[in-house]
C-alpha cells in the first residue's frame, strides 16, 4: 500500500469511496451528490490549506482517504487543523491503512504550522476512539444533532 496526495485521476474512484463512507455515516439521510463531490476535489487541490491523501493499493484502487484543512478560528490569527473526513474500506480495517493516514496528516498539520490539531468522527466505528488516543489526541468534546 502506498499513501500519497490525491490527484485528478484518483475523483472518480474517491467519488466511490465516498458514497460508501456516506452510506455509513450519520450524514446518510442527505442527498449524496458526485458532482458536489467533483468541486471539492478539483477545488481541494488547488488550495495549499487542503490536506488530501489517499491509500493506494495500486492500478487505481483507493481503500482510504483523509481530507483536512488548515485555517484560522474567527478569534485568533493562529492556525487551527482539522479533518474534514477520513475513510477506510471495511475489509481494510484494523490494519494499517487509518493510522498511516492520520500520521501523515498530523504531519502535515504540525508543519504548516497549527498550534491545534483537531480530528473525528461522527460515524459509529468500533474502536475508533482507542485509535485516536493511541495517536496521541486527547477527546475535547462532543458532537451533538436534532433528530430527524
Known amino acids: 500500500m502506498i499513501l500519497r496526495r490525491f490527484e485528478p485521476k484518483d475523483i472518480e474512484p474517491c467519488i466511490q469511496l ?5 452510506a455509513e455515516s450519520d450524514y446518510s439521510s442527505l442527498v449524496f451528490s458526485d458532482l458536489e463531490c467533483r468541486i471539492f476535489a478539483e477545488e481541494s487541490m488547488k488550495n495549499p490549506g487542503v490536506f488530501l491523501d489517499v491509500a493506494d493499493m495500486g492500478n487505481g484502487n483507493i481503500i482510504g482517504m483523509l481530507g483536512a484543512m488548515i485555517d484560522q478560528p474567527f478569534f485568533s490569527a493562529e492556525l487551527i487543523a482539522t479533518d ?4 477506510v474500506r471495511k475489509p481494510f480495517r484494523g490494519g ?3 493510522i498511516r493516514l492520520m500520521r501523515r496528516y498530523l504531519a502535515w498539520s504540525l ?3 497549527a498550534k491545534r490539531v483537531y480530528a473525528g468522527t461522527s460515524a459509529a466505528i468500533p474502536g475508533a476512539d482507542a485509535v485516536y488516543e493511541k495517536l496521541g489526541l486527547a477527546r475535547v468534546g462532543s458532537i451533538y444533532r436534532v433528530e430527524d
Do not use: C, E, K, L
Request: proline share 0%; glycine share 14%; aromatic share 20%.
Open 111 to 113: 508543519t504548516s504550522g
Open 96 to 98: 494499517s491503512a487509518f
Open 84 to 87: 474534514i473526513f477520513v475513510y
Open 18 to 22: 465516498g458514497h460508501d463512507m456516506h
